[in-house]
């Protein structure tokens, strides 16, 4: 495979992984293409499968070592927009927000291990293959899931509870 | 009879390794089909949760940006001017809501990047070529912004136009690359361990690499800080300071 087919393949859902895990978009692009640096200048080749979870995991380590969640821009941008113009109604925008903020606080509230293994799950990824990721024991990661799928679950009906 | 665990039935769920016998079970047990059509629906929710945090790409000068990057890295330097030899170093665009020009031919460029012109003028080329329009279905969360990589240590911010008032922020961040956002419709022009910024009016953001060797920030003219990120020297109108941080109020001087 070429640059262009593995760079158009990787990077978006790379990108959406580490924006959900990081909440700084910014931040989520940078270990996106970190990490697709690293891939291109250590020559990892192998399946798409292989090349994708080499990918993750990388981009999942550099979140681990670099980033400092409360230098967090998307929540601040959150809180104090700006620039609010637009096309869209305030309605809408606020909706958009509160979901956002629903989200992000259910992220919030996981372990940054449990966090990890939802985010992989919901992007598409086999237990074995997290459990090589995220250095779990294959045989646990069900069980992580449940708990980490039970709270996120949780924090987001008792945000939504809140919210009306 | 004994149920099924949830772990056994999110992996049933999401076709992870299951046994026999509790594949079985779930065929003749109403209670743990039940539960097992509520995990499904969990996930669904989960899943349209998690969605809402996504935001439109535009991954264009983020392949120009990767495709410079690599085969770039040299081992760092500790000399403490070895920033201004850049040999090799590339500059990336990240978010693109403002019109950002590379310095084609510049003095500046040839002082940077002494010895890979060709290279990195073909980088350039496609970088300019990236759209520049704002990126995002919500415009009012995102302003425009650039970034430079700095393999070896120097990273200057220039601003310029920024009104008295204009408040500025500088960050440190870990990763290895210089940053400034400000709002859209201000323009950037950059090569490799320098960003300029005609700014429009709203708060400027700018985040500094730690690992640099040397930083400086200078405002319509005004020097605000400079010095290397452990022993930098502040001398713009602070008005807030910490570790992480400092904002500036841009004053009448
Ligand atoms: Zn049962």
Redesign the pocket.
């Known amino acids: 495979m070429d640059f262009d087919s593995i760079f158009d393949q990787h990077y978006p859902p790379l990108v959406r992984y580490c924006h959900r895990l990081t909440g700084d978009g910014d931040v989520a692009e940078d270990i996106a293409q970190e990490s697709l640096v690293r891939l291109f200048d250590r020559e990892v080749t192998g399946t798409e499968a292989g090349m994708r979870s080499w990918l993750f995991k990388t981009a999942t380590h550099l979140v681990r070592d670099r980033y400092r969640v409360e230098t967090n821009r998307d929540r601040l941008l959150m809180e104090n927009p700006f620039r609010p113009s637009g096309p869209e109604s305030p309605v809408i925008r606020l909706e958009r927000a509160e979901a956002r903020a629903h989200a992000r606080a259910a992220l919030d509230a996981l372990a940054p291990r449990d966090r990890e293994i939802l985010l992989m799950r919901y992007a598409g990824f086999s237990y074995k293959e997290i459990a090589g990721a995220i250095d779990v024991a294959a045989t646990s990661v069900g069980t992580l899931l449940a708990r980490a799928e039970r709270r996120f679950a949780e924090v987001v009906t008792e945000a939504g509870r809140k919210a009306i | ?4 665990d949830e772990a056994t039935m999110l992996a049933i769920r999401d076709g992870a390794d299951a046994s026999a016998e509790a594949r079985e ?2 065929g ?6 039940a ?1 097992l059509e509520g995990t499904r629906r969990r996930a669904e929710s989960i899943a349209e949760t998690l969605s809402a945090l996504d935001r439109p790409l535009e991954p264009t000068a983020a392949k120009a940006g990767v495709r410079a990057r690599v085969g770039t890295r040299s081992p760092r330097t500790s000399s403490r001017w070895s920033g201004w030899h850049l040999g090799r170093a590339a500059a990336l665009v990240l978010l693109t809501a403002g019109a950002a020009t590379a310095l084609p031919g510049s003095p500046l460029r040839s002082i940077l990047l002494p010895d890979s012109a060709e290279e990195t003028t073909a980088t350039e080329a496609e970088l300019l070529d990236a759209p520049v329009t704002p990126s995002s279905a919500e415009p009012g969360l995102v302003d425009a912004g650039i970034q430079v990589g700095l393999p070896e240590g120097v990273v200057e911010v220039v601003v310029r136009g920024a009104d008295p008032g204009t408040e500025v922020l500088v960050e440190w961040s870990d990763l290895a690359a210089a940053r400034v956002t400000a709002p859209p419709g201000s323009r950037f022009t950059y090569s490799a361990g320098r960003i300029e910024l005609d700014a429009a009016r709203g708060e400027i953001r700018v985040v500094f690499p730690r690992g640099a060797d040397q930083i400086s920030l200078e405002v319509d003219g005004r020097s605000y800080m400079s010095g290397s990120p452990s022993e930098v020297e502040v001398t713009g109108p602070a008005v807030e300071r910490d570790d992480g941080s400092v904002r500036f109020r841009v004053d009448d001087s």
């Open positions: 009879m004994k149920h099924l079970h779930l003749g047990c109403a209670t743990c089909a539960a």
